[in-house]
């Protein structure tokens, strides 16, 4: 774990790791976002409404300003980044709802809870923030991401929007009511 990151209280025995923990990263663990951010959109690209090459193009400062935003949380099992969300107040919605996003879980660490922790950490921190409802776009065809949220209590809201990295796709709004 970097120093720019703050230890999160939700830890989980993974599939022959010791544990996993959730941590909310600060300023100093900006390298460490970028570099999962980055790993995620290579792995996963269909699955993000941005796209590896445009995100590679941002600057050291972006991503500084990214991480000291206080809103990523990384899963770490034996020193290693497997997973990564984020959440933030969407423009234009009610300022008592966030919107998570950027959820990946690395390939090797899937089905073994990271992504219910990670979920579970923003939860957390939307509450605290004061947000009541906590939304999150599904990419048509991402059907182990539906299932999941589904399985965590959230529900279709029937907002449909155009996947911004694929304008041939959709995506399909949920939400998850924290009070």
């Known amino acids: 774990m970097s ?20 941590v909310r990263v600060g300023e100093e663990g900006w390298r460490e976002l970028r570099a999962v951010r980055l790993r995620a959109l290579a792995s996963d690209p ?19 300003e990214r991480a000291a935003a206080g809103r990523t949380f990384l899963a770490w099992a034996s020193g290693l980044v497997v997973g990564l969300v984020s959440y933030y107040p969407e ?10 996003v ?35 776009f599904v990419a048509d065809g991402n059907e182990r991401a539906r ?17 911004p990295s694929d304008p041939e796709r959709g995506e399909e709004r949920y939400a998850l009511a924290l009070t």
């Open 3 to 22: 120093e720019g990151a703050q230890a999160h209280p939700f830890v989980r025995g993974v599939r022959g790791v010791q544990a996993v923990r959730v």
């Open 46 to 64: 269909a699955a993000f409404g941005s796209t590896l090459a445009r995100e590679q193009a941002y600057d050291d400062a972006l991503w500084r």
């Open 91 to 100: 423009e234009d919605r009610p300022a008592d709802e966030r919107q998570l």
């Open 102 to 136: 950027s959820m990946w879980v690395a390939p090797e660490a899937r089905g073994a809870g990271v992504a219910a922790l990670l979920v579970e950490a923003v939860r957390a921190a939307a509450a605290a923030d004061g947000a009541r409802v906590l939304t999150l």
């Open 147 to 163: 299932r999941l949220y589904e399985r965590l209590g959230f529900r279709s809201t029937g907002e449909r929007e155009t996947l």
